[in-house]
T-cell receptor, first 114, second 111 residues
Framework: NAGVTQTPKFQVLKTGQSMTLQCAQD?????MSWYRQDPGMGLRLIHY???????DQGEVPNGYNVSRSTTEDFPLRLLSAAPSQTSVYFC?????????????FGAGSRLTVL | GENVEQHPSTLSVQEGDSAVIKCTYS??????FPWYKQELGKGPQLIID?????GEKKDQRIAVTLNKTAKHFSLHITETQPEDSAVYFC??????????FGAGTTVTVRA
């Protein structure tokens, strides 16, 4: 049981490049989400999904795309990276939306955009 | 949407003393309030949570209190130990499926 697995752990991009942060969970969780963590700003919700084929925006969705084709995977795509997207990204999942079950976080992916 | 404010941003305590972190929330419909601990280089982990129908909850040296009228909740850590040094986040679940986090408190326990 690996829990929530994020790859890569570290990534450096140039402005304008695209990339995908991968998130996979093996706990059969229906709810998955992406947060970004910036100094002094805590964790801010980017996108979330309540099940395969269903996604919705969080607080800071601009510049990011997501899809949920399977229960296990929830990739986060940056189509044209900007320095403002330099951050640590966390994927988190739970059996159902937060409140009914505990949200479990991955170890994070640190992204630097030059 | 929900807005969660957390204070203080940093907290330094002597080993064995108590630590208190306070949070306020804006949405009166919020009904779930978890606290997460984040150690260096790791993802946040739940340490305790409380629901809106409960005023206080305790788990060994950790307790959380909730005041729904004032819309604030607090984390209390007693008999602090070096392993309590970490970043702590409060959160609140308002309407819908979103969990909103505070900005975090860096706790340092001095030996």
């Amino acid at each position: 049981n690996a829990g929530v697995t994020q790859t890569p752990k570290f990534q450096v991009l140039k402005t304008g490049q695209s990339m995908t942060l991968q998130c996979a969970q093996d706990m059969n969780h229906e709810y998955m989400s992406w947060y970004r963590q910036d100094p002094g700003m805590g964790l801010r919700l980017i996108h979330y999904s309540v099940g395969a084929g269903i996604t919705d925006q969080g607080e800071v969705p601009n510049g990011y795309n997501v899809s949920r084709s399977t229960t296990e995977d929830f990739p986060l795509r940056l189509l044209s990276a900007a320095p403002s997207q330099t951050s640590v990204y966390f994927c988190a999942s739970s059996y159902s939306p937060p409140g009914a079950n505990v949200l479990t976080f991955g170890a994070g992916s640190r992204l630097t955009v030059l | 949407g929900e807005n969660v404010e957390q204070h203080p941003s940093t907290l330094s305590v002597q080993e064995g003393d108590s630590a208190v972190i306070k949070c306020t929330y804006s949405d009166s419909a919020s009904n779930y309030f978890p606290w997460y601990k984040q150690e260096l280089g790791k993802g946040p982990q739940l340490i305790i949570d409380i629901r809106s129908n409960v005023g206080e909850k305790k788990d060994q040296r950790i307790a959380v209190t909730l005041n729904k009228t004032a819309k604030h909740f607090s984390l209390h850590i007693t008999e602090t130990q070096p392993e309590d040094s970490a970043v702590y986040f409060c959160a609140a679940k308002g309407r819908g499926y979103k969990l909103s986090f505070g900005a975090g408190t860096t706790v340092t326990v001095r030996a």
